[in-house]
């Protein structure tokens, strides 16, 4: 019915798909790695969700919430985009940028030298002080004072850095912030080495805790920047989008929303006063 070369002709096409399956497979793993995240309307921002009040999960839910999170909804938003996030260690945040499975990172993420080495970043949006927290009463309201003890600080952190470079003090490293804190709690950390904002969060939240804010200089590598893939053509874009929140005051209306009025007052009249802010 099909004629008699109809036999042949299924067996070339049989042998063409081979073929080119074959052909795409070939370095298709490398392919992959280098992939872009998907441009289908989202803005893929990859978090780590351990951070308050930067971010958090909300209690009973699955939806996440902080500072961090409202930056990056209104940057998707102005980029035409819907924020998708995706939550992880903060130690992969990096790996996960490069790979191209997501556009950017917004988690109190600092520009350093090593990280700016593989990844771009924008202009900063924060600039964090530097706190201890401790039991109530132990009193560390200095570095020093933690010489010949153990403290701890998340993984990867520029905290955990300071804690080195300080000397003398048993460095801890851990996944997250509420792990630190429960240590410092029962015992195992004399203390822990946190932004400020976010120990402020701890401290609402565990009254038997204290903590002492640094009198330490803020220096480019410990401010809070977007982080994008290297070489990235939208750096500019997020810049702009942040100057903006910065004028429009949506940037204080978030700050206010998870910091309170008082300590946002604080922080602006801190900032205003760095040589860093001056973009």
Known sequence: MFGKNW??????????????VGIAGCGGDKAAESKPAADNGKLLIAINSTFPPFESVKEGTSDYTGIDIDIAQYVAKKM????????????????TLQSGRADMILSAISPTKERMEVVDF????????KAIICQKGAGYDSLDKLKGMSAGASMGTTYANDLRQAGGIDVVEMDSTPLVVQDIKNGRLAAGLFDSAQAGVFIQQNPDLEMHILNLPVVMEDTFAVALPKGS?????????????????EMHKIFVKYLGEDATAQYEKLESGLDITKW
């Open 80 to 95: 035409g985009k819907t924020a998708e996030f995706t939550d992880m260690k903060f130690a992969s945040l990096v790996p």
């Open 233 to 249: 053509k939208d750096v500019e874009k997020v810049n702009e989008i942040l100057k903006e929140m910065k004028q429009n005051g």
């Open 7 to 20: 036999g042949k002709k299924l067996l070339l096409v049989a042998a063409a798909a081979v073929m080119a």
């Open 122 to 129: 924008s202009i900063p949006y924060y600039f964090p002080m």
